[in-house]
């Protein structure tokens, strides 16, 4: 399993983990989608765009908007 993604890479895999909250009409994202044997790959891509944050290399609306938890 690689845990060297790229932004876009790391975008498309969280863009799995978001789901509806139900109750207000709001998004979030949920790692317990992934089955656990891919957990890792996920927690890594989490620090991949933290990381991309704070170098200023994307914004957290941004990368809100694309992975669509933003409507």
């Not at 949920?30 to 790959?41: C, F, T």
Request: include cysteine; charge should be positive; aromatic fraction near 2%.
């Amino acid at each position: 399993m690689r845990l060297c993604l790229e932004i876009d890479e790391a975008i498309s895999l969280l863009k799995m983990t978001v789901k509806e909250n139900g109750t207000n009409d709001s998004k979030h994202m949920d790692l317990g989608l992934v089955p656990a044997e891919k957990r890792e790959v996920y927690q890594n891509a989490l620090k991949i765009i933290k990381l991309a944050i704070i170098q200023g290399k994307i914004t957290q609306d941004e990368f809100a908007a694309r992975v669509r938890l933003t409507n």
